[in-house]
């Protein structure tokens, strides 16, 4: 199979694996489990950021942090198709009684301030109390600037607001802007990561922040359902994830830009390609049958007028240079 779904599909390597069968264990509700520890210091110092907390989720990862930014009533400044505003349920609104204010990404995936600033609430009782702006990044495999992190971060320390940034994909910004993660972290109170993407880890997130924000964070977590026990074997995984996986994100985005350009030579209208996804527009009421036909031939996409298509660990070059034949004798009739 050729799966071009999304990069949540991979599958753990050998490699990993054996790593999270010698996982030392304990119970990660005690805070005993070593490795679990071990994975949350680990990429708590690699952030440059006081703490750090497991999670089973990305999911639950922002909502855990929306809470523990946010009281009963506050408001979260969000992106119209931000994953924490649009695919995650409603969950800060239903669980946590915090209010969503959408507004729509400039084409850059930012939020710009200006738009920001006019929805900020005045202190009235008419109002929802406008706490946090949250930013994702990447967004649809978008970049955001790095200028604009830091003029974000200046205007939310001038506005008195919290900064979280959903960075389920934060690695591959950080592997476009060939600088460290710290040098990005330093620019929001929070952010999540993602170990179950691109990086390769068959389960897990991690939620950053100051000691503080990560102890209140600790018990939404466990209210959430998200405490585990021996959740060792699971924190190996996103460790050597973590120690092996980032640099070769590079590959994946050179696989995207190669397949980008392979089915604009078929002919094919690909709209977009940034990191490891591609966007590509089907003829009016092909979606179905190319669905189908990459199916018959082991090559999964999530077909619609507009197909993503998302490279990772799991999909090599030549598989890609496959997925181009059949592409091309499907346009070919
Ligand atoms: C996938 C994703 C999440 C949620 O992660 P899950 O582990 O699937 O719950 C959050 N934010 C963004 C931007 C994502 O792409």
């Not at 994830?241 to 030579?265: I, S």
Request: proline share 3%; glycine share 10%.
């Amino acid at each position: 199979m050729i799966d071009l779904r999304s990069d949540t599909v991979t599958r753990p390597g050998r490699a990993m694996l054996e790593q999270m069968m010698n996982a030392a264990v304990g119970d990660d509700v005690y805070g005993d489990d070593p490795t679990v520890n071990q994975l949350q210091e680990y990429a708590a110092r690699l952030a440059g950021k006081e703490a750090a907390l497991f999670l089973p989720s990305g999911t639950q990862a922002n909502l855990v942090a929306l809470l523990s930014h946010c009281q009963r009533g506050d408001e979260y400044i969000v992106g119209q198709q931000a994953h924490n505003y649009l695919f995650e349920a409603g969950g800060a609104a239903v669980l946590g009684s915090i209010q969503p204010q959408p507004i729509d990404a400039a084409r850059d995936g930012t939020l710009p301030l200006d738009k920001v600033a006019s929805v900020i609430k005045a202190d009235d009782v008419h109002f929802a109390r406008t706490r946090l702006l949250s930013l994702e990044n990447t967004h649809n495999g978008k970049v955001l600037p790095q200028a604009y992190l830091r003029d974000a971060w200046q205007f939310t320390r001038e506005r008195g607001l919290g900064l979280h940034m959903d960075g389920a994909r934060l690695f591959n910004a950080i592997v476009e802007y060939g600088c460290e993660l710290d040098e990005v972290a330093r620019y929001c109170d929070s952010f999540t990561l993602c170990l179950s993407k691109g990086l390769g880890a068959p389960v897990g997130s991690l939620l950053l922040g100051n000691r503080d924000f990560i102890k209140r964070a600790l018990r939404w977590r466990k209210m959430a359902g998200g405490g585990l026990r021996q959740a060792g074997i699971l924190a190996a995984g996103g460790l050597w994830a973590l120690q092996n996986n980032v640099a070769r994100l590079a590959d994946d985005h050179a696989n995207a830009a190669w397949l980008a350009e392979a089915l604009r030579e078929t002919g094919a209208d690909v709209t977009r390609q940034d990191t490891n996804m591609l966007f590509v527009r089907l003829p009016e009421g092909t979606a179905p049958q190319l669905g189908e036909f990459m199916a018959r031939r082991d090559v999964l996409i999530n077909a619609a007028p507009v197909t993503r298509l998302v490279t990772h660990i799991d999909v090599s070059r030549q598989q890609l240079e496959t997925v181009v034949s059949h592409w091309r004798a499907f346009l070919r009739g």
